[in-house]
């Protein structure tokens, strides 16, 4: 079971009770400030979106909040020299349809991110691994065993199996998961999933409510709910969990000039932009990694360069991202005095990330989870400024590290080197705003920051 | 050119000229009339437009000033002075908007950064000094300034007109400047207002318009300030129309008055001339014979006083020529009586002469008596015989038959004369040129008398060598025959009389022959004419109305033209 984490202040946290046995039962009422998402993990980019998602499917892992790795659908992850990771699932894993999950279904579902056809920066995730050599070593009754054998070494892969993207879906058309709750007959709800690996939630079942931020602050406050998604009143402090939701302005060198970035920088304070425009919690990112982490070094403003011809660029983004319009609107703004003439294109999320991978963009918004594991969150980074054949240069000496202290300080180390060369410009990352009344206790967060909601308890009123 | 027709011109250019002076004048003072109705509704629509404008900012004014009394500003100056500039009241502005019809609304802190804006957002702390301007001028009314606006294609700069008050909490103090864009919207509710075309325009350009005008435009245009520019366009189209409308209407009117006038003008003439041209008609018949003609005394007036001098000038024509005609009569027959006394008298001398001679020779009992008688009787007689012949001829001339009138070849009879000479006498040469099928309307005998008396009287002038041409030709709807001849020609003063009878300038002519042809030609409805120069021949003409040529003819004779040497 995930590390219970002491929530923030908007999570009060009584002693006593914690202390005490927890309760069964219950139906928690959950607004969510936001519009419902695609239910493909792979199309997760914004917290919420990941947080309902995890409700209902997990990965074969999660992390806690030190980031250390717990099987859910396996029950041991090992290492079988250093280019060979070992896979035991456990028994008698079933999908919510009720339909058995074998290895086979992990192995489709890695597979299916890791090929070429991938439209996702998350197959950098797997990128170490040989998809043609993804196997089902064994398949006997008690146990089955999967061997992913890796062109090079990186330790890091059992991790990023833990990412959100890398969430078990069955093949068939159902979709169906594995998680603490599953859907249920009634519209709006989830239910308890007795037969979840690490034990089923506190809650009997979840009603959930999508609406926007005053919305959810309202029925927080009229009782209507008892935690939200998608609304904080404090800024990020050391207890909060980590702002890894990372977003990039991506752009098309040949499109948009040569002396973009330098235009970008002298134009545009990140600091002012997050603060501005950016839901709470989030921070501006100076770096190619968030502050979570890597240290961000302090951007000196370049001069503004000299006028050119006036430029006529399309700026892509998601529409279901509400900062996202804001943050469009003020690089459009700001850009406008240099004579860049800035079209906004607000599109579904799907097809954001179709024109990403086809490169059909001028310059791009573009959210992505990163792993709280610098090597990993490197190669999504990578993937996504569409420099993949960065790749292969990059990730074996990192992965050659064999001290995970040497690997992220090296991971850091190329972070920094190679900025200026990608296209793209790191602009702010967040976490999932978490608001819950009173009666909520014991309501923790992953490793990536989602809320753990089959932790959570409710106390009778 | 008939004075009816000039009178018809003249009638037409007397309707004519008064429209051409008026009709110019009358469109010019429509046109002006029209086009100061234009300038008119010009000045009304600027009227119009320029109290829309007051209006807005005035509207704008009212709205800047609620807000900066608001309570919703109060607590935006509360909690921003407790919390500092978040994303937490980004969209404070956008809300204080809604309602107040603005479409600018900024708040600004003492320094000009952006707190706030409704119209956009993204420029939150940020300065914005063109909005921030009109902080300067605040205690004025709205004021003409540039806002930066966005949309999905940029950023684009419009005028708008905006006011602006501030606002004091604590040491805090905060600008409200919001106000309304003078854009698309804007320019189509002036274009409700107006029905003019509105284009409004900064320094770099038109940024809205609203309404469609046919051109050409007339336009009037409103100053705000130094940058923006509202014009407002009328069309001129249909003054145009109006105008042209008009001009088609004169013109239909000239042409009308034109052919009204023409007609009028024509039967006018017509009245006033046909009592001169009745006139002209029967001088033309009276010219030719006509004397019993009267023109009817119809009109009053000096033309009727015309008629009847004409009528009393006729009738003493009249008069007149008969009288003449009789004195001629009379002299002709006195003349003929001469000449046929002096033809007579001349047989009757030798005849008394031999008879005489008889008488003597028998009271001398002369013994050639008998030869003498014998000579005398046959002398006698001859001269009988000579005063028979004269007696056949005049009676000949005197009873000339009516003609018998029949489809005539002149071309075959001329041919048939002048085989009649073939071969001529020794010394004459005859030559001829007959085109074929000359039919003529004629009595052939009488024809062929007057053919056969013109080559004879020919003959006889030429007194020995000589040559004869007969030519034949149809012309102009005549046949036209002539007969020249080369002898000595004809005195001039012979020329005139030598178609009278008796007149004769040969010996032993009887002085006929030439009288009765002309008689035959002028009985046929012709004319026979000379022409002849002394000692250069003559030529005699003879002219009849030519005939159809019968469909049944034969013209195996006439195919080629006949020519003998």
């Given at each position: 079971m995930l590390a219970v984490i002491a929530a923030s202040s908007a999570l009060p946290c009584d002693d006593s009770l914690a202390a005490s046995r927890a309760r069964y039962g219950g139906n928690l009422r959950l607004a969510i400030a936001a519009r419902p998402a695609d239910a493909n993990p792979s199309l997760a980019d914004a917290p919420w979106d990941a947080a309902l998602l995890s409700l209902t499917a997990k990965p074969i892992c999660t992390l806690d909040d030190g980031r250390r790795i717990h099987p859910v659908l396996a029950s041991e992850i090992s290492w079988q020299g250093a280019i060979k990771l070992q896979i035991a699932l456990r028994p008698g894993l079933r999908f919510h349809d009720d339909a058995a999950l074998n290895a086979k279904e992990i192995l489709a579902s890695w597979s299916r991110l890791s090929q070429p056809s991938s439209k996702s920066p998350y197959r950098a995730l797997l990128f170490a691994a040989r998809p043609e050599a993804l196997r089902v070593a064994s398949a006997g009754a008690s146990q089955q065993l999967l061997e992913v054998p890796l062109t090079f070494a990186w330790p890091d892969l059992a991790a990023s199996l833990c990412h959100p993207a890398l969430a078990i879906k069955a093949a068939a058309e159902s979709r169906a998961g594995i998680g603490p709750f599953k859907p249920s007959s009634n519209a709006g709800e989830l239910e308890a999933n007795l037969g979840f690996p690490l034990g089923r939630p506190f809650v009997d079942r979840l009603s959930v409510a999508f609406t926007d931020e005053r919305g959810a602050a309202r029925r927080l406050a009229l009782r209507q709910a008892q935690v939200v998604f998608g609304t904080a009143g404090q800024r990020p402090s050391a207890d909060s969990p980590p702002a890894l939701y990372a977003t990039y302005l991506a752009f098309r060198a040949e499109r948009v000039g040569a002396d973009f970035r330098q235009a970008f920088d002298a134009s545009i304070d990140r600091g002012d932009l997050t603060r501005f425009f950016v839901p709470a919690p989030s921070v501006a990112m100076n770096a190619l990694l968030p502050p979570a982490l890597m240290p961000q070094p302090a951007i000196q403003r370049p001069p503004v360069p000299a006028p050119?011809?006036?430029?006529?660029?399309?700026?892509?983004?998601?529409?279901?991202?509400?900062?996202?319009?804001?943050?469009?609107?003020?690089?459009?703004?700001?850009?406008?005095?240099?004579?860049?003439?800035?079209?906004?294109?607000?599109?579904?999320?799907?097809?954001?990330?179709?024109?990403?991978?086809?490169?059909?963009?001028?310059?791009?918004?573009?959210?992505?989870?990163?792993?709280?594991?610098?090597?990993?969150?490197?190669?999504?980074?990578?993937?996504?400024?569409?420099?993949?054949?960065?790749?292969?240069?990059?990730?074996?000496?990192?992965?050659?590290?064999?001290?995970?202290?040497?690997?992220?300080?090296?991971?850091?180390?190329?972070?920094?080197?190679?900025?200026?060369?990608?296209?793209?410009?790191?602009?702010?990352?967040?976490?999932?705003?978490?608001?819950?009344s009173s009666e909520v206790i014991s309501l923790g967060q992953d490793g990536y920051g989602l809320p753990a909601l089959d932790d959570a308890i409710l106390l009778p009123q | 050119m008939r004075l009816r027709t000039r009178l018809a011109l003249a009638f037409a250019l007397l309707a004519v000229v008064p429209l051409a002076l008026v009709v110019p004048r009358a469109i010019g003072e429509v046109r002006g009339i029209l086009s100061k109705d234009l300038e008119s509704r010009l000045q009304s629509v600027r009227t119009v437009a320029e109290t829309a404008v007051q209006e807005t900012g005035r509207d704008a004014l009212r709205a800047v000033e609620e807000i900066a009394g608001s309570v919703a500003l109060e607590d935006f100056a509360r909690e921003l002075r407790a919390q500092g500039p978040s994303n937490q009241r980004l969209a404070v502005a956008k809300r204080l908007m809604d309602g107040r019809n603005l479409s600018v609304l900024s708040l600004f802190d003492a320094e000009g950064k952006t707190l706030s804006s409704g119209h956009l957002p993204a420029r939150v702390g940020d300065p914005d000094p063109a909005l921030f301007a009109a902080t300067q001028n605040a205690t004025q009314g709205a004021l003409p300034v540039l806002v930066d606006l966005r949309g999905e294609a940029g950023v684009h700069r419009y005028p708008a007109l905006v006011a602006a008050r501030s606002f004091e909490y604590g040491e805090l103090r905060i600008w409200v400047v919001g106000g309304r864009v003078l854009d698309s919207n804007f320019a189509d509710q002036l274009f409700q207002m107006?029905?003019?075309?509105?284009?409004?325009?900064?320094?770099?350009?038109?940024?809205?318009?609203?309404?469609?005008?046919?051109?050409?435009?007339?336009?009037t245009a409103l100053a705000l300030g130094p940058a923006v520019r509202i014009a407002l366009k009328l069309s001129r189209a249909p003054v145009i129309h109006t105008e042209t409308v008009l001009v088609r209407a004169f013109i239909a009117l000239i042409a009308f008055g034109l052919a009204l006038a023409a007609v009028l003008g024509f039967l006018f003439a017509r009245f006033i001339t046909r009592p001169i041209d009745a006139v002209a008609e029967a001088a033309t018949k009276i010219a030719a014979g006509a004397f019993d003609l009267k023109v009817p005394e119809s009109s009053s007036g000096e033309v009727g006083e015309l008629v009847r001098a004409f009528n009393r000038m006729t009738a003493e024509l009249q008069s007149t020529t008969q009288q003449l005609i009789a004195s001629e009569r009379v002299a002709a027959w006195q003349e003929v009586a001469r000449r046929l006394a002096h033809e007579i008298k001349n047989p009757l001398t030798p005849i008394k002469m031999s008879l005489e001679t008889l008488l003597a020779a028998s009271e001398r009992r002369e013994p050639s008596f008998d030869q003498l008688f014998k000579d005398s009787a046959a002398a006698v007689l001859e001269e009988v015989e000579r005063l028979r012949r004269i007696v056949d001829e005049f009676s000949q001339f005197a009873r000339l038959p009516k003609p018998q009138l029949a489809l005539v070849n002149l071309s075959e009879l001329s041919q048939q004369v002048l085989s009649l000479y073939a071969p001529p006498r020794e010394g004459v040469e005859i030559g001829s040129q007959i085109a074929p099928r000359v039919w003529v309307s004629a009595d052939r005998d009488q024809l062929t008398q007057l053919l056969l008396n013109l080559i004879k009287n020919a003959e006889e002038a030429l007194e020995g060598n000589g040559r004869i041409d007969v030519r034949l030709k149809n012309a102009a709807g005549q046949a036209v025959l002539e007969v020249a001849d080369s002898g000595k020609g004809i005195a001039l003063e012979d020329q005139a009389r030598i178609f009278e009878p008796y007149f004769t300038t040969k010996q032993g002519g009887s002085g006929l022959g030439l009288a009765i042809a002309r008689r035959i030609s002028q009985e046929h409805g012709g004319s026979l004419e000379v022409a002849s120069s002394p000692g250069a021949g003559a030529v005699f003409t003879l002219i009849l109305p030519a005939a159809a040529e019968p469909a049944a003819s034969n013209h195996r004779a006439d195919d080629r033209e006949q020519a003998m040497p």
């Open positions: 050119g011809v006036r430029r006529a660029l399309t700026l892509t983004f998601d529409q279901s991202l509400p900062e996202q319009r804001l943050v469009a609107e003020r690089i459009q703004v700001k850009l406008h005095d240099l004579k860049y003439a800035i079209a906004l294109r607000p599109v579904p999320r799907a097809q954001l990330r179709a024109a990403w991978a086809s490169g059909d963009f001028d310059l791009m918004l573009h959210a992505v989870l990163l792993p709280p594991f610098a090597a990993p969150a490197l190669a999504v980074a990578i993937e996504l400024a569409g420099a993949r054949e960065l790749l292969s240069a990059e990730l074996p000496a990192i992965g050659a590290l064999v001290d995970a202290g040497e690997r992220e300080r090296a991971a850091l180390e190329r972070a920094r080197a190679l900025l200026p060369s990608l296209s793209l410009i790191p602009l702010y990352s967040q976490a999932i705003g978490i608001q819950a | 107006t029905g003019a075309r509105v284009e409004i325009s900064d320094e770099d350009g038109q940024v809205a318009a609203a309404g469609e005008i046919a051109p050409p435009p007339v336009e």
